[in-house]
């Protein structure tokens, strides 16, 4: 339950300083007076709606009417400070919240006596919104402030957007959201089991293949295996061996006589490189000495031509006669600048022959840098060139080096393997007999995997099927079930207070498809005349705000009741006036903006007078 204390406008809108006590004001009439030639109006214009826009702006940082910047008074620019101060209590929480635009923008929050505003704006506003999380401008412009000129009225949205308004006020957009994103969740955790499952035979299946493959090869070797000549294999294998020996030995020769070649290439480039830097280094250092020098004193020549321009035109403002009557003043001397000037003009000489020698000095640096880069260039790349063409030699020595190694550990690892199978001749047919028993048992085993995994697989595809069903129900019809409940209690709420503004019940809110519809004595709201479109929105509006406040628990101690009787005649705005008396007896402050005071006939408790000035600036009376 939000209990408003107060509000503090300084200089925002159209208002100098202001503050409004919120606090068991009644039925409360605010008018008012424009007495601003340049609005040209007696009451339009004289800050009334703006008063409660500055509630809407404190908390959400924009007014009802979607403004967020611009918002100080351009009449008032002596003083630079623009801001809203809001008091309220949350239930049992207690709340200052004083929103700044100018001189620079800035949101504090205090909650409870305690300082709770963040680091900056940015970091109050995700702040103030952890804090009131419901707190928003929809949920204001429905329960707070009311007025027919809002571009959020509810009747001014289509069928379609009444719907989404509906859903974003009680929250079943983010019901809605939250299913969605369960049964989003839910899909991909099963898809994601399902990938498992695909992946698992996948798997299995490509196993299968290969045990069975294997088991086919197994039993061909056992049928038809012959025992191979291993003497004669061996002998070849040991004299192609030695050749490879060889190779490799003459590779790592030729790598390491390149490698000295190289080391010692690579020791001149370096000597050659250091003496270059050396003699760069050197000159570098002569030069950034000298320019430093030069450039000390251009700041000093630079100095004195500030002074004594300065003198100049201290002096030549120095007036002997009076600028209004042209008559010469007693005692006073125009003096001479002719010395302080041509002391100026020799500064600046100085400083265009100081600037000349800076010039003068980076040029001759930049000569003498080349000349140091053309005297070491030509030995730099024979050098580089000789390294270049010695690191080509070592990778092709490298490469020789690898192939013959390769070649020599694969003939030797064959040569091991004809030893080993020489030697282990006799354990073969029994090693291969085991070998089948195991493919054998493999390929039942993987058989029975694969037939589990399709069983489960199944299975899971129903449950996918089921709850791409739910996806289904919840993009279609679930969204009008969720609605259900609050669009019935909408429906009864219009029709009583239908009752009460037109005498009849003929007013019916229904939703067809995913259109929220209204309809009054059998026409669309769009065919109703102007004067009964007005008063079916404000009896859709109070409707809306009775079901806010007896499901979402989001009642207020005040309503702002914004012109919602322009335009109507007399009679249909004391059958508006009706309906309030009778419906508002337990809303502590009910603050009814008009400029029709005279028609309304309603018992006044307290009135708020606001008066814009002569001079564009609005106050409180």
Known sequence: MLNFNSVTLHNFGSYGHAEVDLHDRGFCLVSGKNNYKKDNALSNGS??????????????????????????????PDDADCYVFLSFTNDSDTYEIKRILTPKSDLKIIKNSADVSGKGLRESEKKLGELLPDLNKDLIASTIIIGQGMPNKFSSFSPSGRKDLLEKLTKSDFMIEDIKQRVSDRQTELNNKLREY????????????????????????????????????????????????????????????????????NKSLIDITT???????????????????????????????????????????????????????????????SKQEAELSAQEQKLIDINAKLTGCTEAHKNYQKQIDDTFAEELKTLQEKVKQLKTELESAKLKLKSATADYNTEDTKLNKLKYDKDNWDKYYDTLNKTIQTLETSKNSLGNMI?????????????????KKMETLI???????????????????????????????????????????????????????????????????????????????????????????????KKSCKSVMSLLEKELTTTESVFIVSHHAAELELPIDSEIKVVKDEDGISKII
Not at 217 to 240: G, W
């Open 275 to 337: 003496e270059k830097a050396n003699v760069s280094l050197e000159e570098t250092t002569a030069y950034n000495t000298a320019y430093n020098n030069y450039f000390k004193e251009k700041t000093l020549i630079e100095g004195a031509i500030q002074v004594a321009r300065a003198e100049v035109i201290r002096l030549k403002s120095i007036k002997d006669t009076c600028p209004t009557c042209g008559q010469k003043i007693p005692g006073a001397i125009k003096p001479d600048t």
């Open 475 to 569: 993009k279609r019809d679930f969204r009008g079930y969720l609605l259900a409940n609050i669009i019935a209690y909408i429906d009864k709420k219009a029709k009583d207070y239908c009752e009460t503004v037109f005498g009849t019940r003929e007013l019916t809110v229904y939703l067809d498809g995913n259109a929220l519809d209204i309809s009054y004595c059998g026409k669309m709201f769009d065919n109703l005349s102007g004067g009964e479109k007005q008063r079916v929105d404000l009896i859709l509006q109070f409707a809306i705000r009775d079901m806010l406040i007896a499901y979402f628990n989001t009642g207020s101690n005040i309503l702002v009741l914004d012109e919602i009787t322009d335009f109507l005649d």
């Open 198 to 265: 695909d992946d698992s035979l996948l798997v299995n299946r490509t196993q299968l293949t290969t045990v069975e493959a294997n088991l086919k090869n197994a039993k061909e070797e056992a049928e038809t295996k012959v025992k191979p000549d291993f003497d004669s294999q061996i002998k070849v294998s040991v004299e192609l061996l030695s050749d490879l020996n060889k190779k490799v030995t003459e590779a790592n020769e030729e790598i390491k006589r390149i490698e000295s070649e190289l080391e010692t290439a």
């Open 47 to 76: 800050g009334k709606s703006f008063l409660w826009s500055a509630i809407c702006f404190a908390i959400t940082g924009e007014t009802i009417s979607g403004l967020h910047t611009n918002l100080k008074n351009i009449n008032n």
């Open 451 to 467: 037939s589990i995994t399709e069983s489960a697989q199944k299975e899971l595809l129903e449950h996918i099927a089921v709850i």
